[in-house]
Structures are given as C-alpha cells and as structure tokens.
C-alpha cells in the first residue's frame, strides 16, 4: 500500500516537468492543461511566434503565405503521434542532428540567441501542447472512415 502511494506521489510530481524522451517522442504533456486546437491553429499563423507558416503548408488553413521550406503537414496526425510530434517541436535536434527546423522548447546549445533571448524557449508550454491539438486534428481521414476536405 504504501508503494503504491509513493508511486502515485512519484507520477503526479512527475507530471508537468517530465522531459523524458524514449525513441523519437516526448510522452509526458509539458502542461497539465490539455491542449486548444483554436488557440494552436493561431499561433500555427501568427509570425510574431510560431512562424511555423514561414516554412509549413496546410492546406484549407486561411493564411496569405505560406512557406515550403519544410514538409507539408496536411494528414500530419496520421505519421506522427502526439508524443513525436511533441518531441519535433520542443527539440527537432534530438530527433535529426542539424535539421533545419528550429527547436521551440530549448534552452540549451543555442547559438544564434540574441542576449535579450538567452535562458528563454521561443514558445511557451502551454504554447507546444496547443500546437500539437492543432497538429492531432490533421488527419486525411475522418474516424468514419471519409475523405476530409
Ligand atoms: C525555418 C523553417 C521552419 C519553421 C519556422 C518550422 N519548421 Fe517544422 N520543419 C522544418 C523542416 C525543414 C522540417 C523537416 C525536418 C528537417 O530537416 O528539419 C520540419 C519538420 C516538421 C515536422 C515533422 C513533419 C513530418 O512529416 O515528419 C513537424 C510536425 C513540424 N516541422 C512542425 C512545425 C511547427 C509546429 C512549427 C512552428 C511552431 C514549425 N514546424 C516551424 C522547417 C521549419
């Protein structure tokens, strides 16, 4: 009984701080707060932030410009989980040394960080687990089995 308890305290302390990456994915959610996928498909546009449509496409997403420096995520969520793709955005580098993608969640081997940036992650946490809401919607299939359009 009194493991048990020490493993429920153990998880619950672990929850919100656990970074602990296994293979390609981060299992454990940065928030205890689940994800927006609104709030995620916001920050997915906005420039000031995400900057993800610098480099990304989505297609039906309402935005002016997007870039295709990187994949297209159209059907995203049918590659990867929500555990790899958290993993992509918080620290693409541990997934493909050197990839072009910037690592959102990291504060650690940065080299071109003004120093007004030093010690600060581009997003927030909450920021990463909207994100990957968002992401999770994009799937090339409905669960019924249609065709999304
Ligand atoms: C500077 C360009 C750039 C920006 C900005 C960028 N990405 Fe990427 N992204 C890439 C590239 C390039 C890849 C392919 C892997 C590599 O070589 O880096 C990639 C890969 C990915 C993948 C994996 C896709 C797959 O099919 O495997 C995901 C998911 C992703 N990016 C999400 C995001 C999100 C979310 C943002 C914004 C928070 C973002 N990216 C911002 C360039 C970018």
Known sequence: ???????????LVG?????????DTMPTPLT???GDPARGEALFITREQGHCILCHRVTGLSAEFQGNLGPTLD??????????????????DAVVPGATMP????????????????GQTVLSAQ????????????????PMGGEMQ
């Open 15 to 23: 929850c919100g701080s656990d970074r602990t990456v296994i293979g």
């Open 1 to 11: 009984m009194r493991a048990l308890l020490a493993f429920v305290v153990l998880f």
């Open 32 to 34: 205890k707060t689940a």
């Open 75 to 92: 059907g995203v969520a049918d590659r990867l989980s929500p555990a790899q793709l958290r993993l992509r955005i918080v620290d693409y």
């Open 103 to 118: 690592s959102y969640f990291r504060t650690q081997g940065l080299t071109q960080v003004g120093q007004n940036h030093a």
């Open 127 to 142: 920021d990463i687990e909207d994100i990957i809401a968002y992401l999770t919607a994009l799937k090339t299939t409905t």
